[in-house]
């Protein structure tokens, strides 16, 4: 695989899981690479394990925070010159429901999910537009993006979300020499199901209660049995190369996608048919 070769990347949510093996197998393909994430000690830890220093940077930086992301796509551009491949990657789960979810907890999931990715697409795609090197702009969804069980709200709405704006923003550049793809993982090894412990409701103090919820432990034991991040950083590496949009790694998950298209297209029909009713 050639195409990443010397290019430059920009990567959030790179300290630990996806991020981490997304960054380490950009540098193994022979890409530069700007690894962003709010968690400094983390961060630092994961760029020397990576070990390459003349191809990665390190940045602190808050996906949630418009600001801090157009800072760090600046740090980029100085430190690398033209960025090709936008990440946009960190995202936190938020279980719970409804009912009995924060409010602020909401916002919280929506800014990170959902506002970082648009702030990462506003502060490269134009600059990405002006150099005409081509790119590609990857965000993270999940397959929580595609159908939605009873636990995490939030967490759903937000990866919908992802994957409807990502769907928009391909249809907008179509033609263009900057790609999108959408990643729509189910259960890669990583910290994501420990990501509420530190959540807004709990106004910063350490809080244990998320591992409380009916869904922790579950979702817990699926990430740690679930498929290694660096296999899923190849897979998504291939499919950045091969141009393709949506990035599934669940041969289980055809089923619930199956699944949705058939109520949707049955309640569809419905309503046509009750339409003939109604003058
Ligand atoms: N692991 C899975 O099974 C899975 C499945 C579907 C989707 N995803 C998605 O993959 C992405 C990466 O998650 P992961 O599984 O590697 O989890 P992870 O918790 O191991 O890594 C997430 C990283 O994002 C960082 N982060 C959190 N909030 C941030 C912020 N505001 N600004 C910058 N960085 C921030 C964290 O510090 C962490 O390093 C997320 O968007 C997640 O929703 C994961």
């Given at each position: 695989?050639?195409?990443?070769?010397?290019?430059?990347?920009?990567?959030?949510?790179?300290?630990?899981?996806?991020?981490?093996?997304?960054?380490?197998?950009?540098?193994?393909?022979?890409?530069?690479?700007?690894?962003?994430?709010?968690?400094?000690?983390?961060?630092?830890?994961?760029?020397?394990?990576?070990?390459?220093?003349?191809?990665?940077?390190?940045?602190?930086?808050?996906?949630?925070?418009?600001?801090?992301?157009?800072?760090?796509?600046?740090?980029?551009?100085?430190?690398?010159?033209?960025?090709?491949?936008?990440?946009?990657?960190?995202?936190?789960?938020?279980?719970?429901?409804?009912?009995?979810?924060?409010?602020?907890?909401?916002?919280?999931?929506?800014?990170?999910?959902?506002?970082?990715?648009?702030?990462?697409?506003?502060?490269?795609?134009?600059?990405?537009?002006?150099?005409?090197?081509?790119?590609?702009?990857?965000?993270?969804?999940?397959?929580?993006g595609h159908f939605a069980?009873?636990?995490?709200?939030?967490?759903?709405?937000?990866?919908f979300?992802?994957v409807g704006?990502?769907e928009?923003?391909?249809?907008?550049?179509?033609?263009?020499?900057?790609?999108?793809?959408?990643?729509?993982?189910?259960?890669?090894?990583?910290?994501?199901?420990?990501?509420?412990?530190?959540?807004?409701?709990?106004?910063?103090?350490?809080?244990?209660?998320?591992?409380?919820?009916?869904?922790?432990?579950?979702?817990?034991?699926?990430?740690?049995?679930?498929?290694?991040?660096?296999?899923?950083?190849?897979?998504?590496?291939?499919?950045?190369?091969?141009?393709?949009?949506?990035?599934?790694?669940?041969?289980?998950?055809?089923g619930a996608i199956d699944m949705r298209r058939d109520l949707i297209l049955a309640d569809y029909d419905a309503c046509l048919d009750?339409?003939?009713?109604?003058?």
């Open positions: 695989m050639t195409d990443f070769e010397n290019k430059t990347a920009f990567v959030t949510g790179a300290a630990s899981g996806i991020g981490l093996a997304l960054s380490q197998a950009l540098v193994a393909h022979g890409a530069k690479v700007m690894m962003a994430d709010i968690d400094a000690e983390n961060l630092a830890e994961a760029a020397s394990k990576i070990g390459a220093p003349d191809k990665v940077e390190t940045i602190i930086c808050n996906a949630a925070e418009q600001a801090s992301v157009e800072a760090a796509a600046k740090a980029t551009r100085d430190r690398f010159g033209s960025v090709h491949f936008v990440f946009n990657n960190a995202g936190v789960s938020l279980a719970g429901r409804s009912g009995n979810i924060a409010i602020k907890d909401w916002q919280w999931i929506v800014d990170i999910n959902l506002l970082g990715v648009v702030y990462g697409v506003e502060a490269f795609l134009p600059a990405m537009q002006a150099h005409g090197e081509g790119g590609h702009i990857i965000n993270t969804a999940s397959m929580a069980t009873g636990y995490m709200p939030p967490y759903h709405a937000t990866k979300a992802v704006y990502s928009a923003l391909a249809m907008e550049l179509k033609g263009s020499d900057i790609g999108v793809s959408v990643l729509c993982p189910t259960w890669v090894k990583s910290k994501i199901y420990d990501a509420a412990v530190g959540r807004p409701s709990v106004d910063g103090k350490p809080d244990e209660s998320s591992k409380t919820n009916p869904v922790y432990e579950s979702t817990k034991a699926l990430v740690d049995n679930g498929m290694s991040a660096e296999r899923f950083a190849e897979l998504v590496l291939i499919s950045v190369a091969k141009k393709r949009f949506y990035v599934f790694n669940d041969p289980e998950a055809r009750d339409l003939k009713d109604i003058t």
